[in-house]
Every structure is written in structure tokens, then in C-alpha cells.
């Protein structure tokens, strides 16, 4: 099936689309049995790729005659505006009409670009099918440069809106580039209008020593979509990452964060929130390699589970040999709202050295009845209280968000999901 997907492709230019249809030829797609898939419906989804693919012999990437019509304020309400450039991709294409544009001074730019200057050079290193897929296709890409030294104070939005066109295989792509003691906001929203979709999305980050990066990531694609994901990120020497992934749309949704230390005294915070209901099937699954000393990095994820729906956190961590000074925190909450809801959770640490400090906590559990007692008694009815209650759990993500708009535009959104789950 691989290489019947890749023969529809509308492949792309460079040694990154030939690294990954050779990939792609070679070890094909994922399966159950690995590892990082482990939880993912991997079946599932490749049964809809092979629908997009097949279906009316639609050739992935190319531009289809078919317009949907999106408004500015379609994107206002779907992502937010929270006060700086925002870059708007509509299937995977360059909206400028959706997209505003403000200064950032010299040494910063952000925006879109061709195939050839948009991706990062392929690492095959814990590499999959879906990346190779998506390196593999033509398309523009948003792209952010932060020179040496440049602080950034408006945060950058980029928003990739999937629409229920013919082709419904989408297949955005990022690239965050900081330099040396660089500093900037960057936020990613995958969202999209009712329908069936699908999205296949590649981000890559890197970080110069002493850069400061804000990354945060949310989906609220339809909950008729599938979504897959992945994040890869190197940190160099001194360098600060504060990573947001929150999860609420799709019917289907991965999400892989892959980070690398590669300079020593490299910090990350990784944090997650994700609620599926329904019968949603959300998946967060993240490798961090400790391949340089005295790396630092602590992971908080919260999942809200409601209904029939299962969600899962897979948390790799790797301590490479001839380091020393590490520490690695690695922590996932998960609060059921129905019997029949299902959560996962699985620690996964590969330690090669002997200097280290890697914890790992997990938690399942319902409702605190004596705090839904409480509140009851204080005349709050049984649905807010319960709302309530979830909300605080979520909180603890939400309220590292920024900016404020974003904080806010988070917490409405994630409070309507929970009004209906109760």
C-alpha cells in the first residue's frame, strides 16, 4: 500500500523527497506491533488514507477545482487573533487573503515558502511512514526565522484549517528556526470546518543555544477528521523549550513530540491536556533523547475522558551513554467521566548512564465525590459543579498558555466540551 500511496503523490523536489519515498518504499507504513503505535487505531487510518487515495483517482497534493469558502472571520472564531502575524494554510495551501501580516523587526520573518526552502533535512532516526508521506509531498510551508540575539515579543500564529473538499488529504508542514539567544512565541492551531478530513502534519523546531521558545500546538479539527502529527524538535546548548499540546477535535488523533538535547543545560517543559469523548480516540506519544549532559526536562500531561472514547500517553525517554547530570520528570494525570471511557499510560525509559535523576507518575481516576459533594451543597447544581471540577483539573495546562487571548480562547473551548460531557 505504501507504494501505491507515493506513486499518487505529487512528489516534491530534493534530497529530502527522495530520502523519504526511499524510506517510504523501503519499511513501509506502521503497524500494532511497534512501539510507538502501540495504542494508536493504525488499521483505521490507513484504511481512510487508502479512501483518499483511491477514491475518484484523487492525486494527494494536487490543488482541487472544488473551492469552500472561508472568511476572516471563519478563522477569528475557529483560532483566535492574538495580536501578531498570523499565517493561514488552507489544506495545506497559503491563504495570504485569510493571512495578516505585522512587523517584527529586523532579524525576524515569518510566512510561507516554497517546497525547497521550507523543510528541514530529513532524520531518519525514529523516523515513520506518515513523515516520510508528508516529506515526501510538493506544497508550500509556514515558516519561522528568528536570528541571533532577536527577541520577538508579538507571538507568530500559524493556523492550518482543513476544509472537506474532494480531496480531503491535507499535509501541512512547519518549520521554527531560532538562532543563538533567540527568543519567540509560536503558536500552531489545526482546525477546520464540519466534515470528514484528513490531516498529516509535520513540524520541525530548532533551537540555538540560549534560544527561548514558547511552542504551543492545539487541535480542534471536526470530530469527523483524523489527524496525525509530529513534532520534531533539537535544542541546542542553554537552550529553553516550553511546549502546549492541547487535543480536543478529531475522531482519530496522534500526536508525536520527538525531542532531542543535544547541547548540554538544554531545558524543556512538555505539557499535554487532551480530551476526548464520543468515540474519540486521542494519542500523544513522546520520545525525549538526553544525548547531551546536565539536560533537564519535565513532562505534565492531563487527559479528560469522557463516554466511549480512550485516551492514550506514551512517554519514551533516553539517557545516552557518557552523560551525566540529567533529570527527567515524567508525569500523566488522567480524570474518567464514565465507566466505559479507557485511559493508557505507559512509562517507557531507556538509561544508559549512571549519573541521572528520571521519575515517572501516573494517574486514573473519577470525580473527587466529596469535592462534587461540596459544591452541591453549596447550591451549585449537579452539571455546573461537575464542570467546575473538570475545569480546574484542566487548569493546570490552560493557565501556561500564552498570550492571554490564547489562554482565553483555550479555556471557552475546553469548557464547552466539558458542558457536554456532563
Known amino acids: 500500500m505504501a507504494t501505491s500511496v507515493a506513486d499518487r503523490i505529487a512528489v516534491g523536489e530534493g534530497a529530502d523527497a527522495a530520502t523519504a519515498r526511499a524510506w517510504l518504499d523501503a519499511n513501509g507504513w506502521p503497524g500494532r506491533r511497534d512501539e510507538a503505535w502501540k495504542y494508536t487505531p493504525v488499521d483505521e487510518i490507513l484504511a481512510s488514507l487508502e479512501v483518499e487515495v483511491v477514491a475518484e483517482e484523487l492525486v494527494i497534493g494536487e490543488v482541487v477545482a472544488q473551492e469552500v469558502a472561508v472568511t476572516s472571520a471563519d478563522v477569528d472564531d475557529l483560532a483566535g487573533d492574538h495580536g501578531g502575524p498570523r499565517i493561514v494554510f488552507v489544506d495545506g495551501r497559503h491563504a495570504p487573503h485569510l493571512s495578516t501580516s505585522h512587523p517584527l523587526g529586523d532579524g525576524a520573518w515569518c510566512g510561507a515558502r516554497g517546497d525547497g ?4 533535512p530529513v532524520e ?3 523516523y515513520d511512514g506518515f513523515q516520510a508521506l508528508n516529506h515526501l509531498a510538493a506544497h508550500e510551508g509556514a515558516v519561522v526565522e528568528i536570528h541571533a540575539g532577536i527577541e520577538v515579543d508579538l507571538p507568530i500564529h500559524i493556523v492550518h484549517l482543513a476544509v472537506p473538499t474532494a480531496s480531503r488529504l491535507a499535509q501541512p508542514r512547519t518549520t521554527i528556526r531560532l538562532g543563538d539567544a533567540a527568543r519567540a512565541t509560536v503558536i500552531e492551531t489545526y482546525t477546520g ?5 484528513f490531516v498529516n502534519a509535520s513540524t520541525t523546531i530548532a533551537l540555538g543555544e540560549g534560544a527561548h521558545l514558547d511552542h504551543h500546538r492545539i487541535q480542534t479539527e471536526s470530530a469527523e477528521g483524523i489527524h496525525v502529527g509530529h513534532t520534531r524538535t533539537n535544542s541546542g546548548a542553554d537552550s529553553q523549550l516550553r511546549s502546549t499540546s492541547v487535543m480536543l477535535g478529531a475522531a482519530i488523533a496522534r500526536h508525536a513530540l520527538d525531542l ?3 547541547g548540554e543545560h538544554a531545558h524543556a517543559n512538555l505539557e499535554g491536556l487532551y480530551l476526548p469523548r464520543g468515540y474519540q480516540r486521542h494519542d500523544n506519544v513522546l520520545t525525549v533523547d538526553h544525548a547531551a549532559s546536565h539536560g533537564t526536562t519535565v513532562q505534565l500531561f492531563k487527559g479528560v475522558i469522557g463516554d466511549e472514547a480512550r485516551g492514550s500517553f506514551g512517554g519514551h525517554v533516553i539517557v545516552r551513554p557518557d552523560t551525566v547530570g540529567t533529570s527527567a520528570d515524567q508525569t500523566n494525570r488522567n480524570l474518567l467521566l464514565a465507566r466505559t471511557a479507557q485511559a493508557d499510560t ?3 525509559l531507556e538509561i544508559f548512564a549512571d549519573d541521572v535523576r528520571c521519575t515517572h507518575g501516573a494517574t486514573v481516576g473519577r470525580l473527587d465525590d466529596d469535592a462534587l459533594f461540596y459544591l452541591r451543597s453549596r447550591g451549585i447544581p449537579r452539571t455546573e459543579a ?3 471540577l473538570i475545569t480546574a483539573f484542566a487548569d493546570e495546562i490552560i493557565d ?4 492571554a487571548s490564547l489562554r482565553g480562547h483555550v479555556h471557552d473551548a475546553v469548557r464547552r466540551q466539558t458542558e457536554d460531557d456532563t
Not at 400 to 403: A, D, G, Q, R, W
Open 117 to 120: 526552502d521550507a523543510a528541514e
Open 124 to 126: 531518519v532516526v525514529r
Open 193 to 197: 470546518l464540519p466534515g470528514a478530513t
Open 260 to 262: 532531542t538535547l543535544r
Open 346 to 348: 505507559r512509562p517507557w
Open 386 to 388: 461537575r464542570a467546575m
Open 400 to 403: 501556561h498558555l500564552t498570550p
